[in-house]
């Protein structure tokens, strides 16, 4: 059964008010992983600070020193970091790290964490009117969903996602020339981006000019900024970095998958990458089929988005919430599971805090954003459901949000002790960072002395961003 598309329905005063604590509580609880910049560096903004400071000494941020130097002084006088965390990406997010680089470091991280919010804004605003919910909702699942746990490390990925977002809204209210302009500058994370990048090219060709420009205008910059051999060394980190990540806990690739089941790292890297071009070339083909209606309701950016985190080679939990985009965009409201909402809603449940090398669960610390995931699911497929009658949509939510807190809890129950032990390694100045990294995964792989639940936790997920992805596909004609 399918049901017309209506408007978001009026709201009351208590609606509001409980929407309002919604997007509080989801803002504090992102703000908390902020605060915590200001007295130390998350991870990969660390890296992504002493990469930056690396390129502005006119150094090589990809091999071990002096990028372990700059990133041990950013963790303090007593800092004990044994391995350099390395930063393979391209050449023209390193030019940005450099000018990011020359602020205090206090002022880089409320510069990161100032866009970062604003990425969640921006989701939320790109968001509301497409997905027919209200915008206190889209902003507040924005944040559980996206902003949560890139806050965490200090990831960039929520900035390409709501950049993608905003090219989607673009798009719909045909701003073009900004949509080429988000869709470009979105390659700051290109193993999410790319597909985007290519379907606007192809298919949307008032956004051609301000796309060429921008990418252009990266690359350019990159060639006189950076000297040609880290250029060059740039195509050769990717398969070194993709080789040292095969075992890591955390990855949701293909290539992680194939060799949890035995297969050489070597076949399960070209597994991950034809697995990615495979994605890409079916996502343009449906394009291809519905251009005039993808073109309208920005499925020409949703559906290569929703089928950029299948498979792959390298891809993490941050990168994966992309999917949430195109969930909103162009899931149906229908009496069907599948076609509605439950993937769209398990996508909000921070279910890679299972994964996470710290005791996240059962910290007490964690609590707060478990049960304020929960309290979003349920209140986001309530709305999503409205068109079925109120009736029908809470019990609808109820289900599946009960659901969802029961294979939670039984993840949580059979979840074994994380104990991390780092090995001493010797540090090799002119290595490179990325060979020493696959030390810190190996020892993230031992730490939780179980084959089978990294596997079993990451299924969930799986599930949902296939889900979305054959949804979306399906609902590409839809207005």
């Avoid at 509301?128 to 200090?154: D, H, K, N, R, T």
């Avoid at 985190?309 to 949430?324: R, T």
């Amino acid at each position: 059964m399918r049901l017309a598309p209506t408007q978001t329905m009026a709201l009351s005063s208590i609606q509001k008010i409980c929407l309002s604590i919604l997007l509080v509580l989801s803002l504090l609880v992102s703000l908390d992983h902020m605060r915590r910049w200001f007295t130390g560096l998350p991870p990969d903004l660390r890296a992504f600070y002493a990469a930056g400071q690396v390129i502005d000494q006119h150094a090589n941020p990809f091999t071990v020193q002096p990028l372990l130097n700059q990133e041990r002084s950013l963790t303090g006088p007593n800092a004990t970091q044994d391995i350099v965390a390395p930063v393979p990406l391209p050449p023209y997010d390193l030019v940005a790290f450099g000018l990011f680089a020359r602020l205090p470091v206090h002022l880089a991280a409320a510069c990161t964490a100032a866009a970062t919010i604003a990425a969640g804004v921006a989701i939320g605003f790109a968001l509301f009117q497409a997905a027919e919910i209200p915008l206190l909702l889209a902003i507040a699942a924005a944040f559980e969903a996206v902003i949560y746990a890139a806050s965490g490390l200090g990831q960039i990925a929520p900035i390409a996602i709501a950049l993608l977002a905003i090219a989607i809204w673009a798009v719909r209210t045909k701003r073009y020339n900004l949509a080429g302009i988000c869709v470009a500058v979105s390659l700051i994370q290109p193993q999410i981006a790319l597909g985007a990048v290519i379907s606007t090219a192809l298919f949307v060709p008032r956004a051609r000019v301000s796309l060429i420009l921008c990418v252009a205008l990266a690359l350019l910059t990159s060639f006189i900024v950076l000297p040609h051999t880290i250029i060059a060394q740039y195509t050769a980190i990717l398969g070194i970095h993709a080789l040292a990540e095969i075992h890591f806990p955390a990855q949701y690739s293909l290539t992680w998958l194939a060799v949890h089941f035995g297969t050489s790292p070597k076949l399960a890297i070209a597994l991950g990458g034809a697995s990615t071009v495979l994605a890409l070339v079916l996502s343009l083909i449906i394009v291809a089929q519905h251009c005039q209606a993808a073109l309208m309701n920005g499925a020409v950016i949703a559906l290569p988005a929703a089928f950029a985190v299948l498979g792959g080679s390298f891809i993490h939990e941050h990168q994966l919430a992309l999917a949430f985009i195109p969930a909103l965009f162009l899931l149906r409201t229908t009496r069907s599971l599948f076609d509605s909402n439950w993937a769209l809603a398990i996508m909000v449940l921070p279910f890679s805090s299972f994964l996470t090398l710290e005791p996240y669960w059962p910290k007490h610390a964690a609590y707060p954003s478990i049960a304020l995931a929960f309290a979003i699911c349920w209140t986001l497929v309530f709305y999503r459901s409205r068109p079925l009658g109120n009736a029908t949509a809470m019990q609808k939510s109820t289900v599946i949000t009960i659901g969802l807190a029961c294979l939670f809890l039984l993840f949580a129950k059979l979840r074994p002790i994380v104990q991390m032990q780092l090995p001493q390694i010797p540090i090799i100045a002119t290595e490179n960072a990325s060979l020493e990294w696959a030390v810190f995964c190996e020892s993230a792989n031992t730490a939780f002395h179980s084959t089978w639940y990294p596997l079993l936790v990451k299924l969930p997920v799986w599930l949902s961003a296939i889900a979305i992805a054959v949804c979306t596909a399906r609902n590409v004609e839809q207005q």
